[in-house]
């Protein structure tokens, strides 16, 4: 077991992928896949990370509201905070944007 033992394993325990963890601690990655599978071993309870659809339990699907017409999941608003920042635009117009340039070429494309 590491020093961060305890740090680790409360983090996973959230959910925390073991790569954000280890920048989060400044550790190396193995160390954080060790201790979690020690933890295990051990008979700690930690959720398996998500990368896809998990089995255990259903992913909840955290939304954000932009304005009263846009509705985000909450992953996606990072992503598009910085991406409309970087734009100088605000994140509802650039949303606005992205949304209508998709649908006009779908349309476009598929008639």
Same mark, same amino acid.
């Given at each position: ?18 790569? /954000? ?5 400044? #550790?190396? %990655? =193995?160390? @954080?896949?060790?201790?979690?599978? $020690?933890?295990?071993? +051990? ?15 259903? /992913? ?5 509201? #932009?304005? %009263? =017409?846009? @509705?985000?999941?909450?992953?996606? $608003?990072?992503?598009? +905070? ?30």
């Amino acid at each position: 077991m590491s020093r961060h033992y305890s740090d680790i394993v409360a983090l996973a325990k959230q959910r925390h992928r073991p790569q /954000a963890i280890a920048q989060r601690l400044n #550790l190396h %990655p =193995q160390t @954080v896949y060790a201790d979690i599978r $020690k933890a295990r071993m +051990v008979g700690v309870k930690i959720p398996h990370f998500l990368d896809n659809e998990s089995e255990e339990e259903p /992913a909840r699907l955290d939304v954000v509201s #932009l304005d %009263p =017409q846009f @509705v985000v999941p909450l992953r996606l $608003k990072t992503l598009l +905070v910085r991406e409309a920042e970087r734009a100088g635009k605000s994140p509802t117009d650039l949303a606005r944007e992205i949304l209508e340039k998709g649908l006009l070429d779908r349309v476009t494309r598929h008639g």
